[in-house]
Structures are given as C-alpha cells and as structure tokens.
C-alpha cells in the first residue's frame, strides 16, 4: 500500500479519532493535538501495519497508547497550569524562609543518599521514575528487559534501606 492510499485510509477515521480524543482528554485543543499525534505516529509506523488488520482498532492503540505516555510524563512533571484565561501556575506556593532551609538541608540529604548508589542502578530508576516504559528503558541504554527490571529493583531496595531512618 502506498504512503498516500494509507493517509487516505486513515484519515477516513479523523472524526472517530477525535470523538476518542475528546473522551480522553476532554480539551478540544489537547484532543486536536492528541489527534495529530496518533495520526503521525501511524504514519511512521505505516510498515507496521498489515493489510487486513482493523485498521479504527489499530488506530485506537495508537491514540490510547500516546495519550497514556503524555498524561505519565505530566504528571512527573509536577506542574500543573490552571487553563482559565491568566494562565496561573497552581503549583507556585508561598512557603517561609525556615521551611525553604528544612527543605533544602532535606533534599541535600536525599540527594547524598541516591548519590551513594551505584549510578548504573540510580540512572535506570531515575529514567523509570521520569515515566519511561521498561522497554524504552533497555533500549536508550541497550540493555536487556531483564537487567532493566533487576536494576530498578535493587536501587528501590537500596534507597530504601539507606534512607529507612528518614521516612518515619
């Protein structure tokens, strides 16, 4: 099949794919965007899709899957932006100058902990914690899935038994 057959046929679905979007989002300009996304990804991926497959499923998949990726790596952002017309961060708090100082001794503490750990174990844990699947994982770092899931498991343990006095 042809690049244009194939953006024909997928674009026949446009109006499903944004009834999906808006379900999910419920954003017009995120779902325009959600959109967009899935129909560039299957076009990249057009090798990857077979004559004869439900092409409004395979097209779901796409959406679902890009959707899920996006609200993870949002919500490890931590930034939440108020959508109302003066666009306020949500998450810009006033805190006093002991709290900011408790904080920072804190994080410095923290920090020289996760620092202790073998950096092959913190780099995998961090990119897990930042929203990247397994798989994405091993293949940035080109190692196996099973080392993957190994290392993010010892460096749980290990942060965990360093920072045991800390938690209560």
Do not use: C
């Not at 129909?39 to 779901?60: C, E, S, V």
């Not at 950096?119 to 990247?132: A, E, I, L, Q, R």
């Amino acid at each position: 099949m042809s690049t244009i057959e194939f953006s024909n046929l997928i674009t026949s679905h446009d109006s499903f794919l944004k009834q999906l979007a808006l379900k999910l989002t419920k954003d017009t300009e995120e779902a325009d965007d959600l959109t967009q996304d899935t129909f560039l990804k299957a076009i990249k991926n057009q090798d990857k899709y077979k004559d004869g497959t439900n092409i409004k499923g395979w097209l779901y998949t796409i959406m679902r899957n890009t959707f899920i990726n996006n609200y993870r790596r949002k919500k490890n952002q931590n930034t939440f932006v108020d959508t109302t017309e003066n666009k306020y961060f949500l998450n810009s708090k006033e805190s006093d100058v002991s709290t900011r100082a408790d904080v920072l001794a804190d994080t410095e503490y923290i920090m020289k902990q996760v620092n202790s750990v073998d950096p092959n174990y913190v780099d995998t844990f961090m990119m897990h914690f930042n929203g990247y699947k397994y798989e994405e994982i091993a293949e940035k770092l080109d190692i196996p899935l099973g080392t993957v899931k190994s290392r993010i498991f010892l460096a749980r343990k290990k942060l965990m038994e360093k920072l045991k006095d800390y938690r209560n």
